[in-house]
């Protein structure tokens, strides 16, 4: 009987989403080997069962030996900075769409089974209405979102022109544990809590009543997961992952607990909401982590 294949690749394993998911994939008995150039990453976060590979997603010799022979590959790696994406264009756009394309090329060589996508509502940009279906026209407001949303394009591309299985999960606002207080996964809620560690007021953009999907790690890990094992035949299928109700940032700083001051608007979607209907029947995911929970949990961790 032929050993079940069980190595999973994660790019980006050393951040913040990727760190977890490793975990969870150790956990479950899985060979992790980890592609991060540990430009966002850091080695504190790996899980000593997984195996790094310092690599770059840009360089395609570099990381097609590691993907092949590979189970699944979970694409979490990117530049996820939505300011630094307008300010250097061509340098993210290099890692969000040309890293994706050496990962999807690299994977269906190199005989994977599944590539899971970790894709993003940025995608969405402004809509008319809420919540968000995965059948409205992207509108993306920055190249970020709009690389994000190529990414996408071609994991659909990559499965009707090679047959390689591929899925892409639209995460909403993730936060939680080993969050990066600079980067764009940082949120609010990650900014707040920094700047109530240091004592100073909370500082927020706007009126503050813009609201936002926030989504724990916890559930956007257990959607790789159900993602990859699913039985049906993903052909870049994309899901909404998302809490499935929103709070504005004023309800957030509220929730942590200090004082406040408010500071220009900045070019963002003002409205977020995932509608996750699409999640719950096509992968049998739900999110289980309400976002006071999830809040509480982080006060803890950073002593507030």
């Avoid at 989403?17 to 956990?27: M, Q, R």
């Avoid at 840009?58 to 990117?78: S, T």
């Avoid at 060589?109 to 590539?115: A, D, F, L, S, T």
């Avoid at 070019?267 to 209907?277: F, V």
Wanted: aromatic share 8%.
């Amino acid at each position: 009987m032929a050993k079940e294949n069980k190595k999973a690749v994660v790019t980006g394993g050393a951040g913040f989403i990727g760190s977890h998911l490793v975990d969870a994939l150790v956990e479950r008995g899985y060979e992790v080997h980890i592609i991060d150039n540990l430009s966002a990453g850091k080695k504190e976060n790996v899980n000593p069962k997984a195996i790094l590979h310092i690599a770059d997603i840009c360089d395609y010799e570099a990381i097609a030996p590691i993907i092949a022979g590979a189970m699944y590959v979970f694409h979490l790696a990117a530049l996820p900075r939505v300011q630094y994406s307008i300010e250097y264009p061509a340098e993210t756009n290099e890692v969000n769409v040309g890293g994706t394309v050496n990962v999807l090329k690299a994977a269906e060589k190199g005989g994977v089974k599944r590539v899971i996508y970790s894709a993003s509502s940025s995608a969405y940009g402004d809509q008319p209405k809420l919540p968000l279906t995965e059948d409205m026209p992207a509108m993306p407001k920055s190249p970020y979102g709009l690389q994000k949303y190529i990414g996408e394009l071609y994991a659909r591309m990559w499965s009707e022109i090679h047959g390689l299985s591929t899925v892409s999960l639209r995460y909403f606002n993730i936060y939680g544990p080993r969050y990066n207080a600079q980067g764009a996964y940082a949120l609010v809620i990650g900014k707040f809590l920094e700047q109530r560690k240091r004592g100073e007021s909370m500082t927020i953009t706007g009126d503050g009543k813009q609201t936002r999907d926030f989504t724990s790690v916890r559930d956007a890990v257990r959607a790789n997961i159900i993602a990859a094992l699913h039985p049906h035949e993903f052909r870049g299928d994309v899901f909404n992952i998302g809490a499935g109700e929103n709070f504005s940032v004023n309800q957030v700083a509220e929730f942590i607990g200090g004082p406040t001051e408010y500071i220009p608007a900045r070019l963002e979607p003002h409205d977020t909401l995932a509608d996750i209907s699409k999640a719950k029947r096509g992968l049998g995911w739900e999110p289980q982590v309400r976002l006071t929970d999830g809040i509480a949990e982080l006060k803890k961790i950073v002593g507030i």
